[in-house]
C-alpha cells in the first residue's frame, strides 16, 4: 500500500507495517512501540527522545556546541553572540558576560521573526499588490489612450487626399514605437515588483517553516530581510505625446498635416505609499459610509483679520483637523488655530500681490496662485519656492491631488481661452481645456473659477461665468455640468464660488449668491442645503473627519460644520 495516500495511516518508519505511535524528537522519527528499542539501540551516542506520537515537537532540541562534542548548549552569550554549554562557562571563557537561557533567545528572536512575518503578510506583500495593480491599470490605461491617439490622427487624415497615407501611417508608426517603448518599460517595472512579491512569499514560507520547527539551530541560523523591501520602487509616470494638427499653409507636407510632441516616463521615489494592514476584513479599502445629519450644524466660528478697500475673506485651506490656512483681500496667507482660534503664522506672497487660491499640498505645505505675477509657488519652512511660471497665461484655481500632483486652472492673457494643467512638480503633464467634439469645456473671461479633485479622481471646476461646475474624468472626458437645484434659494441665480469634495465624494459648492453651499453626489445629484446662517460664502475646504470649513467674505470668519454622521 502507498504509505503516502490520503486514505492510509501513518506507519513506522523502521518496520513501514506498524502503525505510528511514537515519535523522537531527537532524529525526527516516527515508530511503533515495537520499533523503539531497536531506534535507541542503533546510535548510542545521541540522546534519543522518544515521546508519544501526539505530543511530538514538545521538547526543544538545543543546539550542540561547536568546542565541545556531544554537549547541548542551553545557554547564549549575547556579548559573544553565541549559544554555550556548561563546558564553556566552566573554561571561564564568557566571564563577566551577560548570558541568557537559549530558550529565552529563541522565544525573542521567533518574536521579532513572527512580527517581520506579519509585516511581510500584512503590510508588505499586500502593497506591493496594489503597485502591480496600478502598473497594469497604467498600462490598461496607456492602451486606452494611445487607442484614442491613433484615432484621432486616423480622423484628422480622413479630411485629407490619397496622397497622405504614406504620412498617416508614418505617424502611427511614430505612435507605435512610442506606446511599445513606455509598455516595456512599464512590463520590465511589473516583472520586477511581480519578482520581489515572489521573493516576499519565500521569505513569508521560509519563516513559516522556521517557526514550525523545533530545531533552535535551524531557528537561529534564519535572519529576517524585511527591511530590504520596505523601500517601495518608484512610482512611474508615463507621458503621452500630443498630435498636432497643423493649420499653417506653406509648409511641407508632414508639417501641414501635424506632428507628435515626444514622449516621456518620469518616475517618483515617493509615489506609492506602504499599506496599511486593516483591522478587519470587513473595512476593506473604502472609507465607510457616513449618512447625512438630519440638519447641518454650526461647530465654531474662526474671526479672521484682511485689510484693503473691501476687506473681506476669499479662501480656506486644511493643514489639519486642528489648523486652517486662509486668504484674502491683501497679500498675507494667515494660519489659524481651529480650536482656539488664534492667529499662529502669516506670511506675505513673495511678489507682494494678493495670492489667488490656496491649497495645502500632501506633505503639508502651502500652495498658491499669484494671478498677477502669473506663478505658481509653494511655501516650504516659511520660504517661498516659484514651482511655475506661466508666459501667455495666467493661474487661478489650484488644488493638490491625491497622487501629488497639481491641479490649476488658469485664463489666457486676452482672456479668450481657459484649460486646466496638470503639473508633476513643474513638469506639465496634462491638459484639459475641449469636449470631444471640440468646443471648450469653461467659460473664459475675468471671472472666479475654482478646483478641486473628487475621491473617484473626477476633476471638478466651479465655473462663475457659466454658473455651473463642470466635472471632467481623469482623462478630461465631460462627465456633466451641474447648474444648481431647480428650487434655488432666494431665487437668485446660481453662483458657484469655492469648491470641495470629502471622503464620500460628495461634491460641495459655496453659493456666493444665496448664502448657501449646495451639495451633490459623485455623479452630480443634488442632496441638500447647507445653511447655517452663511453669509457671502466663498472658500471651502474639509478635514479628514468630514468637517466643512467656509470662509465667509463679508464678516471675515470661517466656519466649521458638521453636516455628517
Known sequence: MDRTSAQDVMRCDLCETAVVQMHCDTCLVNLCTA??????????????KVVPFETRKSIPIYPGCVSHAKEQCEMYCKQCDIPVCLSCLASKQHIGHELSKVLQVV???????????????????PTYQEIA????????????????????????????????????????????????????????????????????????????????????????????????????????????????????????????????????????????????PQKSPEAGSSPPVKQLLDEPESVTTIDTVYSGILGGLYNVACLSDEEIWTS???????????????????????SGNNPYDIAVTKSGDLVYTDYIDRTVNIVKNEKIEEVIRLQKWRPRGVCSTTSGDLLVIMDSNDNKQTKVVRYSGSTETQTIQFDDKGKPLYSYGPFYRYIT??????????????????????????????????????NKPFDPQGITTDSQGHILIANYNNDCVHMTDQDGQFLRYIECRLSVPYGLCTDTNDNLFVAQYGDRQVKKIKYLK
Request: glycine letters at 6%.
Open 107 to 125: 522565544d525573542e528572536k521567533k518574536d521579532i521573526i513572527m512580527k517581520e512575518k506579519k509585516e511581510l503578510d500584512e503590510s508588505i506583500c
Open 328 to 350: 484674502g483681500t491683501d497679500n498675507a496667507m494667515k494660519l489659524y488655530s481651529i480650536n482656539q482660534g488664534s492667529l499662529l503664522k502669516s506670511i506675505t506672497t513673495k
Open 453 to 490: 479633485e473628487n475621491r473617484n479622481l473626477d476633476i471638478c471646476v466651479s465655473d462663475s461665468e457659466a454658473k455651473a461646475v463642470v466635472v471632467v474624468n481623469q482623462a478630461g472626458k465631460l462627465r456633466f455640468r451641474y447648474t444648481g437645484h431647480t428650487l434655488a434659494l432666494k
Open 133 to 276: 495593480s496600478d502598473v497594469k491599470n497604467r498600462m490598461s490605461q496607456l492602451e486606452k489612450e494611445y487607442g484614442d491617439l491613433s484615432t484621432a490622427i486616423t480622423k484628422h487624415g480622413e479630411d485629407w487626399h490619397r496622397e497622405i497615407d504614406k504620412l498617416v501611417k508614418k505617424l502611427k508608426a511614430e505612435v507605435d514605437e512610442m506606446k511599445n517603448t513606455q509598455l516595456q518599460t512599464l512590463q520590465k517595472h511589473l516583472d520586477e515588483i511581480n519578482k520581489t512579491m515572489s521573493d516576499i512569499k519565500d521569505e513569508i514560507d521560509s519563516m513559516e517553516t522556521a517557526t514550525d520547527t523545533n530545531d533552535l539551530s535551524n531557528l537561529l541560523r534564519v535572519t529576517s530581510n524585511a527591511s530590504r523591501y520596505r523601500n517601495l520602487p518608484h512610482k512611474i509616470f508615463p507621458s503621452l505625446p500630443k498630435f498636432i494638427p497643423g493649420r499653417q499653409q506653406g509648409e511641407e507636407l508632414g508639417k501641414l498635416f501635424g506632428v507628435l510632441s515626444s514622449s516621456s516616463l518620469t518616475s517618483d521615489q515617493h509615489g506609492y505609499s506602504m499599506k496599511t
Open 35 to 48: 520499533c523503539v528499542g531497536k531506534h535507541m539501540i542503533s546510535d548510542q551516542s545521541i540522546n534519543h
